[in-house]
Nanobody, 126 residues
Framework: QVHLVESGGGLVQPGGSLTLSCAASLDYSAFGWFRQAPGKAREGVACISILDGRTSYVDSVKGRFTISMGNAKNSVSLQMDRLNAEDTAVYYC??????????????????????WGQGTQVTVSS
């Protein structure tokens, strides 16, 4: 049973923007966006706590990416601006119903999220 569905990936030129969306079919307490490039480890990009609204970002995307709750219930978006080639990866939406630590800690430790989407490819290239 699929609980998280991502959309919005694609090909964009360097300096461009993309918005990723994730729709959840269950109630969750925290959401995260992770990415994995070929040959690299999965990396927490941005996370948000539904409980207190706190967010966490990896240093490489601070000031360029924004995670926010969507207009629809149980949805989350990732606005990505000033994209560069290093942002190329498969992006995954993750969610967790039972939060026991800070959103910062969750963003650094992907196994803390129990639900995952199928992933969406983001390619930044001219």
């Amino acid at each position: 049973q699929v609980h998280l569905v991502e959309s919005g990936g694609g090909l964009v030129q360097p300096g461009g923007s993309l918005t990723l969306s994730c729709a959840a079919s269950l109630d969750y307490s925290a959401f995260g966006w992770f990415r994995q490039a070929p040959g690299k480890a999965r990396e927490g990009v941005a996370c948000i706590s539904i409980l207190d609204g706190r967010t966490s970002y990896v240093d490489s995307v601070k000031g360029r990416f924004t995670i926010s709750m969507g207009n629809a219930k149980n949805s989350v978006s990732l606005q990505m601006d000033r994209l560069n080639a290093e942002d190329t990866a498969v992006y995954y939406c993750a969610a967790e119903p039972h939060v026991t630590t800070s959103v910062q800690a969750m963003c650094r430790d992907w196994p803390l999220f129990s639900s995952w989407g199928q992933g969406t490819q983001v390619t930044v290239s001219s």
